[in-house]
């Protein structure tokens, strides 16, 4: 039997975009497999032969994990701790994508060896994602700011927010392409930029907004790598 690659949160903007060019990945659903469950996950692993899992399942929006840190828990944190012991039992291969929101945003650029200092309680949970992994042998962690290539969802951008950002399209591609040769791996874009410089690309009638005083935001997201050399443009051109 060929062994497989499962994914979490196959469904969501990077995992669409995966399956696009890896279509042979198992991508359940989560009726199909909720990794808050897991026997669900075992489940799945024991059917499918599956011999790696990225993971990619988490609650992202700052806000949401906020306002609902029990769901923020479950999800980010007692989910990733389902993954990690499935994968420890079945000597699995793990992938986990984290985020730049693990870092405080006060002190840019972030490398691979910065050392995490969440400002909410989403990077919290995120980081202590990170921690759970590493108590595995094979794993690799992935952080990176992405969007999908569409019209911008909300009426403004922040003009004092920034980020080293990529299209979703082009970290799937660069996920499986890349040999990942460190445990902690920066996936960035080439030009540090505003979200409203972001949104603009794709939506020039967004209007420019700034963070409130005191917000829980994490301000400068940009990340370098120490590791990758490939740093990828986001000028809308199709690769």
Same mark, same amino acid.
């Not at 499918?48 to 609902?68: F, Q, R, W, Y």
């Not at 992994?133 to 962690?141: A, F, M, N, P, T």
């Given at each position: 039997?060929?062994?497989?690659?499962?994914?979490?949160?196959?469904? #969501?903007?990077?995992?669409?975009?995966?399956?696009?060019?890896?279509?042979?990945?198992?991508?359940?659903?989560?009726?199909?497999?909720?990794?808050?469950?897991?026997?669900?996950?075992?489940?799945?692993?024991?059917?499918?032969?599956?011999? &790696?899992?990225?993971?990619?399942?988490? !609650?992202?929006?700052?806000?949401?994990?906020?306002?609902?840190? &029990?769901?923020?828990?479950?999800?980010?944190?007692?989910?990733?701790?389902?993954?990690?012991?499935?994968?420890?039992?079945?000597?699995?291969? !793990?992938?986990?994508?984290?985020?730049?929101?693990?870092?405080? #945003?006060?002190?840019?650029?972030?490398?691979?060896?910065?050392?995490?200092?969440?400002?909410?309680?989403?990077?919290?949970?995120?980081?202590? #994602?990170?921690? !759970?992994?590493?108590?595995?042998?094979?794993?690799?962690?992935?952080?990176?700011?992405?969007?999908?290539?569409?019209?911008?969802?909300?009426?403004?951008?922040?003009? /004092?927010?920034?980020?080293?950002?990529?299209?979703?399209? /082009?970290?799937?591609?660069?996920?499986?392409?890349? &040999?990942?040769?460190?445990?902690?791996?920066?996936?960035?874009?080439?030009?540090?930029?505003?979200?409203?410089?972001?949104? &603009?690309?794709?939506?020039?009638?967004?209007?420019?907004?700034?963070?409130?005083?005191?917000?829980?935001?994490?301000?400068?997201?940009?990340?370098?790598?120490?590791?990758?050399?490939?740093?990828?443009?986001? /000028?809308?051109?199709?690769?």
């Amino acid at each position: 039997m060929i062994e497989r690659t499962l994914v979490t949160g196959g469904h #969501g903007r990077l995992g669409k975009e995966m399956q696009k060019i890896a279509p042979d990945f198992l991508y359940p659903t989560h009726e199909q497999m909720d990794f808050t469950k897991i026997t669900t996950v075992e489940r799945m692993v024991q059917r499918n032969d599956v011999a &790696k899992i990225i993971h990619l399942g988490a !609650l992202t929006s700052v806000t949401k994990c906020e306002e609902d840190r &029990k769901l923020a828990w479950k999800v980010n944190v007692e989910g990733t701790k389902n993954i990690v012991k499935i994968c420890r039992e079945y000597n699995l291969t !793990l992938w986990y994508m984290s985020t730049p929101c693990v870092f405080d #945003g006060e002190s840019a650029p972030y490398f691979e060896n910065s050392i995490p200092s969440p400002k909410n309680y989403y990077g919290k949970t995120k980081a202590i #994602g990170e921690q !759970l992994v590493q108590s595995l042998d094979d794993y690799k962690i992935i952080r990176s700011n992405f969007v999908p290539k569409e019209k911008w969802p909300f009426e403004g951008a922040y003009t /004092d927010r920034f980020g080293t950002y990529i299209y979703a399209h /082009d970290l799937a591609w660069w996920l499986l392409m890349l &040999k990942l040769q460190h445990p902690v791996n920066h996936i960035c874009g080439s030009k540090r930029m505003s979200m409203y410089e972001l949104a &603009k690309i794709t939506t020039p009638e967004v209007k420019p907004i700034t963070t409130e005083k005191g917000s829980i935001l994490t301000r400068d997201m940009t990340l370098g790598s120490l590791y990758i050399s490939e740093k990828i443009k986001i /000028d809308g051109v199709k690769r």
